[in-house]
């Protein structure tokens, strides 16, 4: 069974300040890494996606792999009120072309209060 | 404008009666796949697949049916809905490496939430 944890929070921080966001997996074969924003009662949107180990920045985000730690983590800098939503992490493994065999697992989310 | 549409957004059935939620996208994706969503559980993925007619069941298939005759349609058939499916629903498309892109992230349709009574 393939798993992605995250802690569900919430986290609180205040505006201004950086929120971290941890996330590990279970399938050393995991190939793909995205964190998501999802609104209440909305759909998920895309923040980031990462494929290589190292940092990875995008304005105020910045994801972070760790292969070996099975490890992916978002920082988000300068965190604004509209920043407060629920964070999930998903995780791809398997063969992703052709007929082969591909899931891409979802954590359960972390929810992200900013404090004005 | 690239998107993924689910239909309908609202849904209120009875126990049995045979539904579908449409998924349809416009952005040539291979990969399709659903997507259930309740408190406390996060996204379950039910099914997904990745070309036409290849369809595999995702961690939570049992009670629901898809089918893909088509490259752009996805829909979710519930042949026999029962209270314990009652939940938000999102379909989601993805480009997959065989098209030579690195961009494989999900893009999400709207979510349907079915109340089975």
Known sequence: QKEVEQNSGPLSVPEGAIASLNCTYSDRGSQSFFW??????????????????????DGRFTAQLNKASQYVSLLIRDSQPSD???????????????????????GKGTKLSVIP | EAQVTQNPRYLITVTGKKLTVTCSQNMNHEYMSWYR??????????????????TDKGDVPEGYKVSRKEKRNFPLILESPSPNQTSLYFCASSATLSTGTRNTEAFFGQGTRLTVV
């Open chain 1, 36 to 57: 998501y924003r999802q609104y209440s009662g909305k759909s998920p949107e895309l923040i980031m996606s990462i494929y290589s180990n190292g940092d990875k920045e």
């Open chain 2, 37 to 54: 969503q309740d408190p406390g559980l996060g996204l379950r993925q039910i099914y997904y697949s990745m070309n036409v007619e290849v």
């Open chain 1, 84 to 106: 407060s939503a629920t964070y999930l992490c998903a995780v791809g493994v398997g063969e992703y072309s052709g007929a082969g065999s591909y899931q891409l697992t979802f």
